[in-house]
C-alpha cells in the first residue's frame, strides 16, 4: 500500500463537488471507491493509506471503510442516501482522526476473532446472502481452532492438524471448503496490513469424490410429474416443470418475482445466483404457458410461486419428498431436477459452453460433467457399429477362387 497526504485546497471540512463526480462507482456491490488521488480535504496531516470504500449495507445505510494512521476503520455515515454519505466522510474522517489525537482506545486487528469480524461485513457486500450465512457458520467452526491465536502465530502445522481433525468429521469437499474460506479471510488479512503471509497458501486441499449426478430417465421423469400434479401442493407440478426447463436452483425459485419474468422477449432473469451475478435464462416454449397460467391464478401476487395471498410460498422440501416417494423414486433431491438440466442438454449433444452459459456456471470444466453418455446412446452406438459389420458378415475367403481357397 502507498502512503498518501491528503490535498488541502479547499476550505471546507466537506468532500467537494468535482470529488463527487470523480467517484468511482461498482454497481455490482452498491459500493464506491475513492482512490488517493481523488480525495480532497482539508484537514491538514491526516494520512490515509490505500482507498477509501463506501458501501451500502442491507440495512440500506451507507458505511465508510478506510485506513487512517495504520488502524482499520468502518464507520456508519448515518445516512440512506449516497450523496449525504459521500458528503460527510470529511467530516468522518477529521472526527476519527481527533479521537485519535485524544487518546481513545482503537483496536488493531491482532487475532483470528478479530478479523472475523472485520471479514463478515467484508463478505456481506461482496457475496450473495446465502454464501455469507454458510461462511458464518464456517467462521464459527474455525474460530474454535484458530480464534484466540495471534495471527502471527498461526503456522501451516496449526492448520494440517486442523484439518486431520476435521477428517474424522466431514467429507473432503467440506474440508476444501473451509480450507478455501480460512486462505480468503487470511488474504484479505494481508491486503489490510495485519499480516504479512499466508501460512495456508501452500497447503493442498483434499481430493474428492466425484460430484454427485444424479438424473432421471423417462420413465421416472413421467412417475415423477404424474405424482406432482395429484400432490396436496397446488403449485408443486409447476414448481418441478419450472425447475426442470431452467436449470435454476431452488432459491433462485422461491426469490422469483413476476419482474423477473419477460413474457415477450421468453427470459428469465436471475437477479441473485449463487455466484452472485445476474443470469438470463430462455423460457422454452412448452413452459410459457405454465407461467401464464399461474400469473392468471394469481394476478396480484409479487412472487412467481406463492401462497393464494400473495406472499411467497416459502419451503416446500416435504410436498417433493412425498411425490418422489409415491413415485417410486429414491435419492432424490429437489437439487437433482437442476442436474437432470444439464444432463438433458447433454446427452442432446450441447457443448459445455452452452450448458454453462444456461446454468451460471463460472467456467467449461463446471459444464463438462453434464456432457456424459446415457446408457440408451451407447447401446445405440454398438448396434450402429454391429448393423454395419453384418453387411459384412460374409467371409472374405468366399470371393476367392476355389483353388486359391483351398
Request: net charge positive.
Amino acid at each position: 500500500m502507498v502512503s498518501v497526504n491528503v490535498l488541502t485546497r479547499a476550505p471546507s471540512d466537506t468532500l467537494t463537488a468535482p470529488c463527487a463526480d470523480r467517484v468511482k462507482r461498482r454497481r455490482r456491490n452498491r459500493t464506491i471507491v475513492l482512490r488517493p488521488s481523488d480525495l480532497d480535504f482539508s484537514i491538514k496531516g491526516i494520512k490515509l493509506t490505500g482507498n477509501v470504500r463506501l458501501f451500502q449495507r442491507t440495512n440500506g445505510r451507507w458505511y465508510v471503510r478506510f485506513t487512517l494512521n495504520g488502524k482499520r476503520r468502518m464507520l456508519s455515515t448515518g445516512e440512506t442516501d449516497k450523496t449525504h454519505a459521500l458528503l460527510k466522510l470529511g467530516e468522518i474522517v477529521k472526527q476519527a482522526n481527533l479521537k485519535d489525537s485524544l487518546g481513545s482506545e482503537t483496536k488493531p486487528i491482532n487475532t483470528f476473532a478479530e478479523l472475523e469480524k472485520e471479514y463478515t461485513p467484508y463478505a456481506e457486500i461482496n457475496k450473495s446472502a446465502s454464501t455469507v450465512e454458510r461462511e458464518k457458520y464456517t467462521m464459527r467452526i474455525l474460530s474454535r481452532t484458530f480464534g484466540k491465536k495471534k495471527l502471527s502465530e498461526i503456522t501451516r502445522c496449526d492448520i494440517d492438524r486442523h484439518i486431520q481433525q476435521r477428517r474424522r468429521e466431514l467429507a473432503p469437499g467440506s474440508i476444501n471448503r473451509e480450507l478455501s474460506l480460512l486462505k480468503n479471510m487470511l488474504n484479505m488479512g494481508i491486503e489490510w496490513g495485519c499480516l504479512e503471509s499466508n501460512p495456508a497458501r501452500k497447503v493442498k486441499q483434499l481430493k474428492e469424490p466425484p460430484g454427485r449426478i444424479k438424473w432421471l430417465n423417462d420413465s421416472e421423469l413421467e412417475r415423477l410429474l404424474d405424482a406432482c400434479k395429484l400432490s396436496t401442493n397446488p403449485i408443486l407440478y409447476q414448481i418441478v416443470l419450472t425447475a426442470l426447463n431452467t436449470g435454476m436452483r431452488k432459491g433462485e425459485l422461491q426469490r422469483l418475482t413476476w419482474d423477473d419474468v419477460d413474457f415477450e422477449r421468453r427470459i428469465i432473469t436471475v437477479k441473485q445466483s449463487k455466484n452472485n451475478e445476474t443470469r438470463h435464462i430462455q423460457i422454452s416454449k412448452g413452459l410459457l404457458p405454465v407461467l401464464k397460467g399461474l400469473l392468471l391464478e394469481r394476478p396480484h401476487s409479487h412472487y412467481v410461486f406463492s401462497k393464494p395471498d400473495g406472499t411467497a410460498y416459502g419451503n416446500w422440501r416435504r410436498s417433493f419428498e412425498t411425490v418422489c416417494k409415491q413415485a417410486g423414486i429414491k435419492d432424490f433431491h429437489f437439487h437433482d431436477l437442476r442436474h437432470c438440466f444439464g444432463s438433458y442438454l447433454g446427452m442432446a449433444g450441447y457443448n459445455s459452453y452452452t450448458i454453462m452459459a444456461l446454468m451460471g456456471h463460472k467456467t467449461p470444466a463446471m459444464s463438462a460433467r453434464y456432457t456424459h453418455i446415457s446408457e440408451v446412446q451407447l447401446r445405440a452406438a454398438v448396434d450402429d457399429i454391429g448393423a454395419k459389420v453384418v453387411q459384412h458378415e460374409s467371409s472374405p475367403l468366399d470371393s476367392l477362387p476355389s483353388d486359391v481357397s483351398s
